[in-house]
């Protein structure tokens, strides 16, 4: 288990768009891991790799769900609709949180830890959660969305 340092708002690596991981190899699977116990430390539903200063297409998620930790490498938004209003925080931007509109619906295709690829098809909470996760590694923030 290792705790990495989260990159808060104001570190260029957090406005960087990410590079697709090539290859899913120990040192991915380490890092995945490190992301998950840093998530959780903190407290939060996600990570992405940027905000442990990691240049690469993962983020994690656990939504505190039956389903427990989801891995996303090189995810792919397929599909977005409908809309929800509601309050989104960031483990980058800490103590802070906003109102945010964002798509109730998201359809994603990825790998998981694997290098197995799956079609998930989401709603509110898990729907935000990847949203979220998957602006990071376009070098975006809850923040941009607020008028």
Do not use: W
């Not at 994690?60 to 930790?69: E, F």
């Not at 609709?81 to 990825?110: D, F, H």
């Amino acid at each position: 288990m290792a705790i990495r340092n989260i990159r808060i708002n104001g570190d260029e690596v957090l406005r960087k768009k990410c590079k697709p991981v090539k290859e899913i190899t120990n040192r991915t699977l380490k890092l995945i891991q490190d992301m998950a116990d840093t998530m959780y430390e903190a407290d939060g539903v996600g990570l992405a790799a940027p905000q442990v200063g990691i240049l690469q297409r993962i983020f994690v998620i656990d939504v505190y769900d039956d389903n427990g930790l989801r891995v996303f490498i090189n995810p792919e938004i397929l599909e977005v609709s409908g809309s929800q209003l509601g309050p989104e925080g960031c483990l980058s931007i800490p103590n802070e949180e906003a109102e945010v509109e964002r798509p109730n619906y998201v359809k994603v295709k990825a790998l998981n830890e694997k290098g197995e690829e799956f079609v998930l098809e989401a709603t509110e909470l898990l729907a935000r959660a990847i949203l979220h996760e998957n602006d990071h590694l376009d070098g975006k923030l809850y923040i941009d969305y607020l008028k």
